[in-house]
Structures are given as structure tokens and as C-alpha cells.
């Protein structure tokens, strides 16, 4: 089930809401909420939800033997590794064995089946590294045990952010767990918060998300120029609206039921380099690798060489982390390489010319690394990259980028490259100006102009939703 899908927004959202903030009293309000989120993971993974059942015991058991044991070291190691291996074996099994088998170590038929036929279970990586980073900071003394199993239960399984995140920090919530106000405001802005994510997904993503797939089954040879840069600009734009919809919707969610999570997005697409890019995208996933892999490394405290040698180790898993194949290697790779180049002074350098310079750096080099990510396979992104370059000249006139590139594409595009940008802040800052001002005939249309936003995206979506065949979520598949 996922937020876009009609028995989502129409029937299983409103009847939690009805039933938790209207039936329950704010002290049973947790038990309702885990009942809610038990049932929507169950929904899409029924045969996985004892998984998840048992990786919650498991992990708040660990927790409390962690805070009480006169080696705590062994034991968050332990519990480390026990989650690592759940992840590793569910995610990344069918990828080692094709791994092994290129270098010549053939494991038996019957294993390698196996392991190529294991089915990842739904957000597993987003739980598994709150797993992990829970254990960590009870170990590193940053917050103690949660007391009741049932709100630990909650924290992990939160239906809003349980499938794909953001990868939300047990001491960023502890507090809220236990005690949290929900006023009316706060209902409302997380309405409008979810409405916002909602029309990304949905009126956005999806609509250029159907070229991207049609563009994707161009066979490689007969990729041009144009529709090689097209499919990276298409999918940037979609992933970054698919993702940041999603978490706008779990952030929005969280808010209508009293709990506040950290923003995962800050406009990506304005950054002039891939250090900046890795700030303002997935921010809970960076600021993760950041607390509990690259700083535990040394980080930069150890010289410049340990510097890029971190960077290097961090960036590739990073990559892996987006998917148990090549292409996703080589992508963390190529970030990597990037912000070892931007350590070495090539940072220093993008500061001191145009912003608009080092924007298109980014955005070029950026736009490659998306070729390799998207496609299918390297020999898939070796196509797309030649395309690029302008080197495939035998191309047929059925592929022309005329038949994939529409007036409605042009116009969805053009809204994507229009919101990528910060256009709301920057009238919201505008707006405030006024008021300081108090320019009474701004302040008199602020009001009906915004619902009348709120009451369009509702209506597109509605429409989308009711009429997409197109309705898939990027990050599932992570």
C-alpha cells in the first residue's frame, strides 16, 4: 500500500485518523497507531511482518543488555552485526552470488537459486538502520532504553515513515513517544504538509515518470543525443519529486498525529557541489552514514589521506544501499570520487568563479552519475552515456525524441524545474516582508489565495489518483 494508492488515501488514512485522534484518549492513542502500521505493513508483506515483529524484540531486548552489561562494546557489536546480517542476507544475497560467480567462485546450483530468488521485505534498510542507530546511542549513553516495548514498537513501526523514511533517530522522538500535544494547528499544517507531498508524487512524478519508463525501453544503440540527456533530466526530476513527496507526506502525517520529524530535503537541485548536494538531499540518510560510519572512520580528524580513504569506504555503500547492483556501485563510486575531489581543492576553487558556473558543474556531472543509476545494467548506462556524448549516429528514425517528448512532457518538466527551485520560501519571505509592512490589501488576499492552492492540488491529485495507470514508488525497490 502506498500513500498515493486510492484504499490509502480514501479508506485506511481517514479511518486511522477518525479512529485514533477521535475514538481513543491521547493515553491509548500509541496502541491505536501500532495497530494501524502493524496492519499497513501487513497489507503489502504479510509473510514478513513477524520479521519485523521479531527484529523490534530483538533489538529493544538488545538495548536494555546493552545499558546493563560491564561490556557494552561486545554487545552493540553483537547487535550490529545480527541486524546487518538480516539486511545483508535479504538485500544483497542474489547480488553476492552473481559477485562470486564473476570472479570464478561458482557456488552450488541449488544455492545460487536460492539466493537469486530471496525477497527483500518492504523498508528494510529504513528499519534496520534505525535498529542500529538506537543501539548505538544507548551504547554511547545519548539516550537511555525505552522502558515500554510497545512504544519502542512504535518508533520502529510508525506506519509514515516505516516503507521508506525518513530514518528517524530514537532521541529526536523519545519525548514525543511518551508525551506529545496535538493542537489544531498543528492537524492542519500537517493536512496541507501531506496535500503538498501528495500533488509531488502524484501530479508530478508519475506524469514524467511515464515518459521516463518509455524512454528507458529505447534500445541503447538507438538512443540520440537528446534522448540520452532526457532520460537523467527526467528521471532527476521524478526521483527528487517521488521522494521528497513521499517524505512530505510522512513529515505531514507524523505532524497530524502530534509527532514533529526532521526535514529530509532542502532543494537539492540549487547545490554547486556534491558536498552541498549531500546536505540538502536525504538528509537523514547522509547525516546516518555521517554519524555511525564516516565519523566512527575518523572523518577528516586524521589527516587528508584518511580523509579520502573514508570517503571512498563511505560513498560506495551509500550507493549500495540505493539497490544490490553494479549500476548502484559504481554510482556511490562516482560520488565519491567527487567529494574526494572536492576536498583536494576543487571545492576551493567552484567558491572562488560564478555560482552559475559551479551549479552547472554540479548539475552535468551530476546528470551522468543519474545515467548509470537509472539504467538497467552497465552495458544499459554505457549506451545512455554514449547517447550523451553525441557518439550514437545510427540511430533510427522510430526513436526520434519528437515520439517520447510531448507538449504535456515540456509543461510537467517545466513545473518540476519551476519547484525544484525554493519559490515557496522565497514567497513566504516576500509575504513577511509585507506584513512587516503591513500592506492590509496582501494580507487580505493571503489567506483565500492559499486556499485556493490547497483546493487546486486537491483536486489534481484527486484526478491523478483516480485516473493514473502510472502509480509506483521509487524507493520501494531501496
Known sequence: MIFSAPVFVWFFLPLCLVFCLGFLPPSRRNTGLLLFSLVFYAWGEKEFVLYLLASILFNYLTAHWIYRSPRPGRVVGIGVILNLTGLIYFKYAGFFSEALARVGFDLPAATTRHLQAVHMPLGISFFTFQNISYLVDVYRREVQPQPNPFHYALYISFFPQLIAGPIIRYRDVAQQLVHRILTAEDFFIGGRRF????????????????????????????????????????????????????????????????????????????????????????????????????????????????????????????????????????????????????????????????????????????????????????????????????????????????????????????????????????????????????????????????????????????????????????????
Not at 327 to 353: D, T
Open 195 to 478: 496535500l503538498t507531498g501528495l500533488a509531488k508524487k502524484v501530479v508530478l512524478a508519475d506524469n514524467i515518470g511515464e515518459y521516463v519508463q518509455g524512454a528507458l525501453r529505447i534500445p541503447g544503440s538507438e538512443l540520440n543525443l537528446y534522448t540520452g540527456w532526457l532520460i537523467p533530466l527526467g528521471y532527476a526530476l521524478q526521483l527528487y519529486f517521488d521522494f521528497s513527496g513521499y517524505s512530505d507526506m510522512a513529515i505531514g502525517m507524523g505532524r497530524m498525529f502530534g509527532f514533529r520529524f526532521m526535514e529530509n530535503f532542502n532543494f537539492p537541485y540549487i547545490a554547486r557541489s556534491f558536498r552541498d548536494y549531500w546536505r540538502r538531499w536525504h538528509i537523514s540518510l547522509s547525516t546516518w552514514f555521517r554519524d555511525y560510519l564516516y565519523l566512527p572512520l575518523g572523518g577528516n580528524r586524521r589527516g587528508p589521506l584518511r580523509t579520502y580513504l573514508n570517503l571512498w569506504i563511505v560513498f560506495p555503500l551509500v550507493g549500495l544501499w540505493h539497490g544490490a547492483n553494479w549500476n548502484c556501485l559504481v554510482f556511490g563510486i562516482l560520488h565519491g570520487s567527487f567529494m574526494v575531489a572536492e576536498r583536494m581543492g576543487l571545492e576551493r576553487w567552484l567558491e572562488r568563479i560564478p555560482r552559475l558556473w559551479g551549479h552547472l558543474y554540479f548539475v552535468m556531472f551530476y546528470l551522468v552519475s543519474l545515467a548509470v543509476f537509472t539504467t538497467d545494467g552497465l552495458d544499459h548506462a554505457y549506451q545512455v552515456l554514449k547517447a550523451m556524448a553525441g557518439l550514437n549516429h545510427n540511430t533510427s528514425p522510430y526513436y526520434a525524441a519528437g515520439l517520447y517528448f510531448s507538449p504535456a512532457l515540456g509543461l510537467w518538466l517545466m513545473l518540476a524545474l519551476i519547484f525544484s527551485l525554493p519559490v515557496g520560501p522565497w514567497l513566504r519571505r516576500r509575504l513577511e516582508n509585507q506584513r512587516a509592512q503591513h500592506s492590509w490589501w496582501i494580507l487580505s488576499l493571503a489567506r483565500p489565495a492559499r486556499l485556493g492552492w490547497y483546493t487546486l492540488l486537491a483536486l489534481l491529485s484527486a484526478g491523478e489518483i483516480a485516473g493514473s495507470a502510472y502509480n509506483a514508488f521509487i524507493y520501494y525497490k531501496f
